[in-house]
């Protein structure tokens, strides 16, 4: 049996599996799980041109609303930014969602009612359709059942929701780590049915050994400019978002480097996440990044009490890398480090290596639009802020595009390289009901001009 097969045949049975699983519930719930969702059309493309052509392929459904909610899912797949990994058993996805009840996710390992991060299992033949997914929360928030009670500004930076996430495979000697970065939230406020509950947003690291089996809990790696408190006491009625964490590898001097070839002790994990201070990008929330050396890292792992994990990561500013990402303060109630602002008007980012242009292409929502923007830089610090080279653009068909995701799932080289934007898609009256929005997929194609 060759390892096409055999991984079709892993595909199918964990499809099957999933949906014996699932059949008890959609069938009790059959006016939940069975209307009808259209079929979107494809936004509008534009693209500038520059040393090489952007292009972006036809529309693909990666999942509905009644398949994922066959598959035992609340809401999601995905909340956030997707991840993927390349196991030995194929392709794995992963993204945030929450389970439904236990008639819905059963079985050995399952985790019913529980918001947090997933794997889901891509067609063999077609990595833009998800047609599995695993009921068993890899990564969860401490109030995994979302049962939000009013209370002050204390508490664990995860408490109320786990939002995973980017992940990027990571050579450890002669092993594979898969680094997996997840958004994090402590809610607070009254809970606001029909709305998302108001939150102070952080970002976490989490490690799989296991080819994406298991992960753990590396902590906490950054905190926005403000401390909770202060943050609760200034803007009681608005969350801080933060983002979920995308991140790249780049050297010493900013330039993207190629996750197949990067050396841990020249090389940095960039993370680029939204930051917010009154005396900066006036005032707003806009996009911006921090690093940490990739050798010191793969050492945390290592760390059984993961002590040094919260001194990691160094914010930029004026041009340095030299301010503190987080702090060690259990309840965020220190302020974390000054930032220098990467763009402005950016909401959900991801970004990815391109191996053709050996750049970096950023993906994200542009605020109050129906449009996901594409950019492209070979300095992981400076940023065309006038130029995206390219837009999916839903204005005209009244939907709207959300939390774009950026997936390689060819070997990331030259001469193989695959990559997709995959990003939800509903009315723009639905109010980002999951009910309504389409899970979507697009090819990009990225070719150089001249010979």
């Known amino acids: 049996m060759t390892q096409h097969t055999r991984l079709s045949v892993a595909v199918a049975l964990v499809l099957a599996l999933a949906i014996i699983a699932a059949s008890g519930t959609c069938s009790a719930q059959q006016s939940e799980c069975s209307g009808t969702t259209p079929v979107p059309e494809c936004p509008g493309f534009t693209s500038s041109k520059g040393g090489f052509n952007f292009t972006v ?30 196991t030995p058993d194929g392709l794995l996805y992963f993204g945030s969602a929450k389970s439904g009840s236990s008639a819905t996710c059963s079985g ?18 077609n990595p833009s359709h998800v047609i599995a997914a695993a009921c068993d929360a890899l990564l969860y928030p401490l109030n995994k059942h979302g049962n939000l009670t009013p209370r002050g500004v204390t508490g664990p930076y995860d408490s109320d ?18 680094l997996l970065t997840y958004h994090s939230e402590f809610q607070y ?29 590396l902590g906490e790696i950054i905190q926005p400019r403000s401390s909770r408190k202060a943050w609760i006491r200034d803007f009681p009625d608005k969350a801080l978002s933060i983002g979920n964490g995308p991140f790249i590898l780049g050297d010493e001097n900013d330039r993207p480097v190629s996750p197949n070839h990067a050396d841990p002790e ?19 929330q806009c ?6 050396r990739l050798a010191d890292v793969i050492n945390a792992v290592h760390d059984p009490n993961t002590s040094t994990v919260p001194y990691l990561f160094r914010k930029y500013y004026n041009g340095k890398f030299d301010e503190p990402a987080a702090t060690t303060d259990p309840n965020n109630n220190i302020p974390s480090g000054r930032y220098s602002p990467i ?68 070997a990331g080289e030259r001469n193989d390289s695959q990559l997709w934007i995959f990003y939800t898609h509903d009315p723009e009256g639905s109010k980002g009901s999951w009910q309504t929005a389409t899970f979507m997929a697009r090819s990009i194609k990225v070719l150089l001009f001249g010979p």
């Open 287 to 292: 996009l911006a990044v921090a690093r940490a």
């Open 161 to 178: 929701y786990l939002g995973g996430g980017p992940t990027m495979e990571i050579a450890d000697g002669d092993k594979k780590l898969i």
């Open 343 to 410: 763009l402005s008007a950016v909401f959900s980012p991801s970004i990815i290596y391109e191996p053709v242009t050996q750049s970096a292409l950023l993906a994200y929502q542009v605020p109050n639009e129906h449009t996901i923007a594409f950019r492209m830089s070979g300095n992981l610090v400076n940023w065309d802020s006038t130029k995206p080279i390219a837009t999916l653009d839903e204005r005209k068909q009244s939907f709207w595009v959300r939390y774009p995701s950026l997936i390689q799932t060819g």
């Open 266 to 284: 020249k090389t940095y994990i960039y993370v680029y996440y939204i930051d917010q201070d009154k005396d900066v990008c006036n005032g707003d």
């Open 57 to 86: 392929g036809a529309c693909s459904v990666a999942s509905t609303y009644q398949e994922r909610c066959t598959l035992g899912f609340q809401f999601g797949y995905v909340d956030g930014v997707m991840g993927a990994a390349h």
């Open 108 to 125: 050995p390992g399952s985790s019913p009612d529980t918001q947090g991060m997933y794997r889901l299992y891509p067609d063999a033949n």
């Open 189 to 217: 406020g009254e809970a606001r049915p029909g709305l998302a509950n108001l939150f102070f947003g952080t970002l976490g690291l989490a490690v799989s050994t296991d080819h994406g089996a298991t992960f753990r809990k």
